[in-house]
């Protein structure tokens, strides 16, 4: 584990003395203390994660994790970073979901009805079962921007889709096939290059890093120790809108 996945870790440390569940990973039993994420748990299980774990904030969408209650028989999605674990819970670990991304060219598209459709044709396949968007830990109407892409309502599917972290996990359930986070994704592409204002603020930063205004502190960045990182980042203003001033922000 790492310096930064250390401090990430930090974030979902439980307190052994509320007491401890009973999970299951992979059908074995486990004790692990309550408060523990599921990630936290399988690690205190003894496990390693050297595949389907990121960000550990709820972000990058490796985590994706299915669990059954006992007694229960529908099954849960989560991210395992995120969801606390619970009594009887019996856990699985799902691997990357294997969903080829179409190849295009954003700069030849058009944003015009038929656009998302043309590049995933699936999507007229959709039957409307809804299991997308009950298997989506991000609470997405998945099902509606899909069926808003099929309508070729660009602006509505990339704004209900938004919230996608990539998880896969709508993709591993749809009885259609679609890749529905790829879908959302092109959707904000589109809607980002062709329908939305651009962004007066992007521009001015944009010209201010081509004139290598920042060289002198990105190279010190980059040779920068973790720890004084950490702290910068901490310590980072975020911009709210509108508040860019002249000099295109303070640079953090
Ligand atoms: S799971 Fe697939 S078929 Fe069912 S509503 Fe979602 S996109 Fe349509
Ligand atoms: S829409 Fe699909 S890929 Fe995106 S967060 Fe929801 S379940 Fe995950
Ligand atoms: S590790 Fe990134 S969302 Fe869980």
Redesign the pocket.
Known sequence: MTETDAECAKQDEGNPEEGTVEIFIMGKRYEVPIGFTIMKAIEFAGYQYIRSCGCRAGFCGACSTVYRKEDEQKLHFALACQALVEDGMHLVQIPFVPANKEKYDIHELKPDDNVLLSIYPEIAR???????TKSCPQDIN??QY?QCALRGDIEKAAEISFDCIQCGM?AM????D?K?YHVGQLARRLRGKYLDPDSENLKKCLEMLKSGKYDKEIEELVHMDNDKIIELYRARKIEAKGELDDEGGDGQ
């Open positions: 959709c039957v409307s079962c809804n299991t997308c998945v099902m899909i709508c359930r749809c009885p259609a679609i529905h």
